[in-house]
């Protein structure tokens, strides 16, 4: 039923989707009939059960859910680091098998290595494919810089604040120049103040680059201010509850968090939790 | 710097009334030298060794088969440890036997590696090298196997190859276990190269110690063990300070290393 509202919400793609690239009109991700069971000592546990969703090129899409529906889950299967069950996810039409050299993932955390400078880490994409290294260099200092990290390139991941770590690892995940950009909760383990800085940080990268970008947030006003559409998922097993698309005019600032238009959104996805809640 | 200072004075003074005291007691309750010798003989004995040279060869017999025995021994137990927390095969295989071999008493194999090693230096070294083996096996699996898991999904999710993971995720994670191993070896590697000189040598500290027994020459065993201690204490220094300057991102975290 709910495929169904989601079908009737959608609508054309808004000039900032359209221009974005070569997929045009096409979807750079797909899942189709998605299923994740998890076999554990308790038998078998569904974590996603029946999601299906398509995202298009260019466009920032959040999902959001209770704790345990399965967000992180899904988002593994779309990595390559986690076969589904039944179902499949498509990549640029390509049913995702393993890691995908034009996927970047951030990490809710930063996981860096500790024994290498930010430089070498946001590099390790690079040698990880055996790709040139020294040529790439130039683009990780500018991914720094587009992090306004350029000044700590030679430094040390425990010399940096929780922060400007997330932000080596949100540059780690553009080197590659990935079509797709998967983040499962990147800020969860920010405090409130950087967290927002992060949030315009992370919309002027995405506006600068145009990603293709799957967040995942616990956060509403997080997903509202940054997204063009917010799925919400059911509590465990994880399935798509509704879809919101965010008209809100781009670039959006702090300010438009107080507008009364993001306060109804904010408070329409609320209002859906509680009643998910309510719902036997 | 002023905690530089004191903390070389402060053990000098202490050194220097222990000393006092040892010479003191020794005049003041007349104990025989056969059983105690004075500080003053085996100063003497020191100089004696050192400055006429009789003391050289030994030490150099015993640095040399602790030094390459333990480079040996250490090598081998780091790559066979990493071989096997990184092989599931070799490891059922193999680590049953390794760990029912590490609750033997290892000193008691001596006569057995003089048997197949012979009484030259080549039974030393294997006799250092077989001590060494297990601290470093143990904890370069137990450092291996630490290893965040969160970064190796990362590794995975940018498809990094194995040995990449290997050589450089694994490998630095697991260098503060490997530390840990190597400082508890310098002490068995001694150990070792003492117990192989008492069971058949003809020269070295160990050997020294065992043929002042003979004449009851107390003042040659203190100055050959305070040789050994010397090298016992450069050898476990270099390795803090190799350690320090090598792993510089673990900080003050100290790892607990088994013991013996
Ligand atoms: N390795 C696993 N083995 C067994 N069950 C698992 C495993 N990983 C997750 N689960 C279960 O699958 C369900 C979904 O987990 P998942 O981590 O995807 O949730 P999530 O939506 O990301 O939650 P959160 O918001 O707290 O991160 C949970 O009920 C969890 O208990
Ligand atoms: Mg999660």
Redesign the interface.
Known sequence: MFQRRARELRIEPDVANTEAGLHHKDNVLEAEHLSVVYQSSRGPQRAVDDLSLSIRAGEFVSILGPSGCGKSTFLNVV???LQPSSGGVKVLGETVA????DVG?V?Q?P?L????TVLENVL??V????QDVAAARPRAQELLALVGLQAFAHH?P?ELSGGMQQRVGIARALIRDPAILLMDEPFAALDAMTRERMSIELQDIWTARRKTVLFITHSIPEAVFLSDRVLVMTPSPGRLHAEIIIDLPRLRSLDSMSSPAFGAICGKIRRMFNDQVKAP | MRNRISSVIYPLCTFVVLVAVWQLSIELLGVPDYILPRPLAVLACLKAGYIDGEFWPHFAFTLSSTLIGYVLGCSVAIVIGAVLAESRTFEKSFYPFIVALQSMPKVALAPLIIVWFGYGIWSKIAMVALMCFFPLFVNTVAGIRQTDPALLNMMKAFSAPGWMTFQRVKLFAAAGHIFAGLQIAVVLSLIGAVVGEFVASSEGLGWLIQSSLSNFDTAQMFAALFSLVMIGLIGTTAIQVLHRRLIFWDGNKRIAAPAE
């Open positions: 990595a390559g680091l393993s890691p995908r050299a993932v990490f955390k996981t290595l500790p024994w290498a390790i994409p040698r990880a494919l055996r040390y425990d």
